[in-house]
């Protein structure tokens, strides 16, 4: 089916939806919001190695995309013009597939498969331009089972969207063996990392990854970033939403039991991380078994998508309008990353960065596009003809933002955790809310 024709269908399941509920989206906003998935994809597609940024990137991370884009004149540049990280590459393939890029996906996806260590895990990031890390020289270099997951799903999403266009489309040729392997090693890596015992409170989870940073001020006054190269035991709410949806989708694909049950794992796990009080899933628990009682705003987005999921409606709901109203800007569309909670843990940090020992994120002037583009696709989830209103104005707000069709990551910095640079991950998500809105068939594939 042409993206012609299938955008027609759209129109008319968007015209169908919105007068069922009296309600009506005219011919310029969907227009509008073509234009800005287009300038939105077009950066993308800039972004994707070999470029004017990294003319000769090393040959086994050729065609990974650069995370950000960054002005020579400043001082990160010579640390961050080159790198590629993982989820920011995998959100790219995403991006591609759902508008049919279908052969820029494929070299996404095929230079994330060169990327796999021998166990099956990603590196978080990587230098395109030279060889951190590697197996022999990896010093500071972390490994997230989030990215990793979102990895073997953008590669899992490839293969279901081929198959939903073209049912004689089939995981036989060399290509989609290739992408198929990629995503079931990866997903084997992270069973790897599932506990599996009845009496662990983090029963049914997959564990961090690997490396850890901890900021602290030292006797100069400075702060400091001390990395410890070790496993983590700590099990993200985030991370396993991503790793439940991998799971879940490879289990349809290859119907495989041991996926399945894995889903079934980390759905049961996630659902013990439920807070009655707040009406959202907390940040995670601590190897100990001590509940990371934060409130982020994915784990109330991004949740909220997994509760729908699972079958968990009423929950599903709770999620959205608790993430509304906790983490949205006045009447915007623009979203904080957090609520209450502290900017820093450590106050001696927050002092010297915010001259505030106490600073919470409802403090600060701070508008977060990525997140609040995932809080878009949720709310198109819904199907509740407001949420779609609001969708759009999320939407819109980020793409007053945009340079060149690029997202920025945050609207302030905030040293060490968010950055003002136009991002992979602001971009895409911005692609893939947009196409959850205007494509049936993508919101009915994506995260569904």
């Not at 009655?276 to 899933?281: A, F, G, I, V, Y």
């Amino acid at each position: 089916m042409t993206k012609k024709c299938k955008f027609i269908i759209s129109i008319s399941f968007l015209i169908l939806f919105f007068t069922s509920t009296v309600h009506a989206v005219n011919e310029q906003t969907i227009s509008d919001l073509e234009s800005i998935r287009d300038q939105a994809v077009q950066w993308l597609l800039e972004q994707k190695t070999p470029n004017r940024i990294v003319e000769a990137p090393l040959p086994w991370r050729r065609n990974l995309v650069i995370s950000y884009r960054i002005p020579e004149s400043d001082p990160a540049a010579r640390y961050l013009t080159g790198r590629a990280y993982i989820y920011d590459s995998a959100l790219a393939a995403i991006a591609f597939t759902m508008t049919e890029r279908y052969q820029e996906a494929e070299d996404v996806l095929f230079a994330l498969s060169r990327q796999l260590r021998p166990d099956g895990s990603l590196w978080f990031g990587v230098n395109l331009d030279n060889d951190w890390p590697s197996e022999e020289g990896h010093q500071g270099a972390t490994v997230r089972s989030g990215a990793s997951a979102w990895a073997g799903y953008a590669a899992v999403y490839y293969i279901k969207k081929r198959k939903a266009e073209d049912p004689d489309f089939t995981t036989g040729d060399r290509i989609s063996r290739r992408i198929l392997f990629f995503a079931e090693k990866t997903a084997r890596h992270l069973l790897s990392l599932q506990i599996t015992d009845p009496d662990d409170p983090r029963y049914g989870l997959v564990t961090g990854g690997m490396g850890t940073y901890t900021l602290r001020v030292n006797e100069e006054g400075e702060v400091v970033s001390d990395y410890a190269d070790t496993q983590i035991g700590w099990a993200s709410t985030e991370h396993n939403i991503d790793v439940y949806f991998l799971f879940r989708d490879l289990a349809e694909i290859t119907g495989g039991g041991r996926y399945r049950n894995g889903a079934q794992m980390v759905a049961e796990g996630l659902l013990s991380l439920w807070n009655k009080e707040h009406n959202q899933l907390i940040q995670g628990i601590k190897k100990d078994g001590r509940r990371d009682t934060v409130l982020p705003l994915d784990t109330s987005s991004w949740g909220s998508m997994f509760l729908r999921s699972a079958g968990y409606t009423e929950k599903a709901e709770a999620a959205l309008e608790a993430g509304i109203d906790r983490f949205r800007v006045g009447k915007s569309g623009r979203y904080r990353p957090y609520a209450d909670d502290p900017v820093y843990p450590d106050k001696a940090v927050s002092r010297a960065y915010l001259d505030n020992p106490g600073a919470a994120w409802n403090g600060i002037d701070i508008n977060w596009p990525e997140g609040a583009l995932g809080m878009a696709a949720a709310l198109v989830k819904s199907e509740d003809a407001d949420r779609i209103d609001h969708a759009i104005e999320i939407i819109q707000a980020a793409a007053e933002l945009s340079e060149e069709g690029g997202i920025p990551y945050a609207s302030r910095e905030i040293p060490h955790q968010f950055s003002t640079y136009p991002s992979v991950a602001s971009t895409a998500w911005l692609v893939i809310a947009v196409e959850n809105l205007l494509d049936a068939e993508d919101k009915g594939l994506f995260w569904e």
